[in-house]
């Protein structure tokens, strides 16, 4: 197996009082596309939101490739080369499509054109509208800026929050292929999803959270052959 | 903003065609027509609050920072001008009921030390002390901001608008305070700086030659704008309407919230501390009281009315409401005839009634003002666009 380029150990996260993620570890090898997958209030945006800084957790550590994570800011996080594409697209929607790009590179320095040739290689259809304001895209539309968007940090690992949320199964097909292309393009991938069966088909490694713990892990493939998961997550009943 | 990389857009020359017309007209016109007329009150008032509410903008437009210390950020700014550029022979004459000035210190008396108290050397050291002055007053600003910034920067909407809301009315106590009046003066006007009226130019026997007091005044609140406006045209400014669009996604992306926020904040202050020094010059009197919370919403009224989000939006609605406030409505505070009857409700007051009913209207059916969040520039391009496609 190669490398793990994200190590958790054993982190806690509590909001006011109610413990949301408690003690879960976990780690995303470099170079694959690993997910979170369970019910709501199982942790798994709460866990993201602690690797981007977002979320101060209460104890633990998060280490990217050996750099403990905890305790740096934000921008320090995507400095480090760890981007996250937040919940429901969060595009910029008085910016143009274009600007939101170069939003996603704001820490960058170095030159951008080749980075917008990529992006725009991966979604044409964003270069079409680069002059509109994202407030006026699609919810598709929107999704492919939100990853064009963090693909512009030039990322070495990518956290994507729910990118089928509210999308069309054809679109939620697209976005699927577009997670594969980007892992194939050598950047790893770290996803959540409520989507049980898309992730599992398209993730190497699977973990299962249940209110805070990680419940079990493994192949993609194979959770998705396990009777217990379909019951609980695929809708399968027991005959 | 539409073609970024070829420059400047035809939109935005023509734009600056308008502005250099309004200049080169407010030049002749000082010079033909009657220089007390109310136009160049509106002119140089208008021009002063643009600059004002262009700064506001920054804040509740841009960067979505909900803040009504405006006032107070002029109120430092105008003192900080006074206080530099009262020439010293005068000051104690000014200070006279605190038994003369704190310290005698004055930055036009200190250039003309250098250079000359008399004919051009004289101009050339009085528009160098204005200009150190103003600056001074713009950082004065600055610093306060970044203080207050400290703590309250950390708020959100209603809560932040309260707290510089009360930061700007604390501030004015503290400048009536009669322990401070080495310095303020009290609750005493300031008076005796160089004036907009200073910058008309004489010749040797004392006749004004060209008038330049309504230029002026256009003419440094013009600089400070486009200043604001480079800057939101730039990266900062793109990390500012981020921040006001989503502030969670704007984290996401690497832009540190705190940081560029107080930048924000310290910018636009700097600009309203310069702004209160050019409300000095235009008022020839400084005085705390005039710095109340009211003058903040008007401040913010042009905002609105002009367009949350709009530069020239801003600047169109301040000579709007500037002119009407102070010349086109006057008539209604005079008591009326028609065919020698008296009418009724035409007494003084009456013009601020109707004002608000104005007032009322545009907020009710023209909720996003005049401009909404589009530029003078962004217009003149879209009517060049759709040319093209008719053209195609």
């Known amino acids: ?239 | 903003m539409l073609n970024e990389k070829k420059g400047i857009s035809r939109g935005a020359i023509i734009t600056l065609m308008i502005v250099l017309v309004v200049c080169i007209l407010t030049i002749v016109l000082e010079n033909t027509i009657n220089p007390n007329s109310l136009l160049f009150t509106v002119i140089r008032k208008a021009a002063v609050y643009s600059l004002v509410a262009v700064t506001m903008n920054l804040l509740n437009g841009f960067t979505g920072l909900f803040s009504l210390g405006q006032a107070g950020f002029m109120l430092l700014g105008a003192y900080t001008y006074a206080i530099l550029t009262i020439p010293t022979d005068v000051r104690d004459s000014i200070y006279y009921l605190f038994g003369g000035a704190g310290f005698h210190f004055s930055t036009v008396s200190f250039f003309e030390g250098i250079i000359g108290d008399s004919g051009v050397a004289g101009f050339i050291s009085m528009i160098l002390g204005v200009l150190i002055a103003m600056l001074v007053g713009g950082i004065v600003a600055a610093i306060v901001a970044y203080l207050i910034g400290l703590p309250v920067l950390r708020l959100k909407s209603d809560y932040l608008a309260i707290a510089t809301l009360g930061f700007a009315e604390i501030l004015r106590a503290i400048f009536q305070w009669d322990k401070l009046g080495k310095v303020t003066n009290g609750a005493n006007a300031l008076r005796g700086y160089p004036t907009f009226a200073d910058f008309n130019i004489k010749n040797a026997q004392g006749i004004t030659v060209l008038r330049l007091s309504s230029f002026i005044p256009i003419l440094f609140a013009g600089i400070c704008i486009l200043i604001i406006i480079l800057l939101i045209n730039s990266s900062y400014g793109r990390a500012f309407k981020a921040i006001r669009d989503d502030e969670v996604a704007a984290e996401a992306m690497g832009i540190n919230l705190a940081k560029h926020k107080m930048m924000s904040f310290i910018i636009s202050s700097f600009f309203a501390g310069v702004g209160g020094a050019l409300f000095a010059m235009f008022a020839s009197t400084v005085q705390a009281k005039t710095f109340t919370s009211a003058m903040t919403y008007e401040i913010f009224l042009i905002v609105v009315i002009g367009g949350i989000g709009s530069i020239s939006g801003s600047c169109i609605a301040s000579f709007l409401y500037i002119a009407c406030s102070e010349w086109w409505l006057r008539f209604l505070d005079n008591t009326q005839y028609i065919n020698g009857n008296q009418l009724p409700l035409f007494k003084n007051g009456f013009r601020m009634v109707v004002f608000s009913v104005v007032i009322m209207i545009i907020v009710l059916f023209f909720r996003t003002g005049m401009m909404g969040d589009k530029e003078l520039s962004d217009l003149f391009n879209k009517k060049r666009r759709k040319k093209v496609k008719a053209d195609e």
Do not use: C
């Not at chain 1, 680069?130 to 539309?141: C, D, M, P, R």
């Not at chain 1, 929107?142 to 949320?165: C, N, W």
């Not at chain 1, 199964?169 to 997670?179: A, G, L, Y």
């Open chain 1, 1 to 239: 197996m190669s490398e793990s380029i994200l190590e958790i150990k054993d982190l806690r996260v509590s909001y006011g009082g109610i413990e949301a993620v408690k003690g879960i570890s976990l780690d995303v090898h470099e170079g694959k596309i690993v997910t979170l997958i369970g019910s709501n209030g199982a942790g798994k945006s709460t866990t993201l939101k602690s690797i981007a800084g977002l979320v101060k957790p209460q104890s633990g550590s998060i280490k990217f490739k050996g750099q403990e994570l905890i305790g740096l800011s934000p921008d320090k996080i995507v400095k480090a080369g760890i981007v996250l594409v937040p919940e429901g697209r969060r595009v910029f929607p008085n910016l143009t499509v274009k600007e939101n790009l170069k939003m996603g590179a704001y820490l960058r320095k170095d030159d951008l054109t080749e980075d917008f040739e990529y992006v725009y290689s991966l979604f044409p259809r964003l270069k079409e509208r680069e002059w509109q304001l994202a407030g006026t895209l699609s919810g598709g539309e929107q999704q492919m800026l939100a990853v064009g968007r963090a693909l512009m940090s030039k990322p070495e690992l990518i956290m994507m929050d729910e990118p089928s949320l509210g999308l069309a199964p054809i679109v939620v097909k697209d976005i699927f292929e577009i997670i594969r292309t980007i892992n194939k393009a050598g950047i790893t991938v770290l996803l959540i999803e409520q989507n049980a069966f898309m992730a599992l088909q398209n993730a190497d490694w699977a973990y299962v959270l249940e209110t805070g713990t990680i419940k079990t892990e493994g192949e993609g493939l194979d959770l998705l052959d396990d009777e217990t998961i379909q019951e609980a997550y695929l809708g399968k009943t027991r005959e």
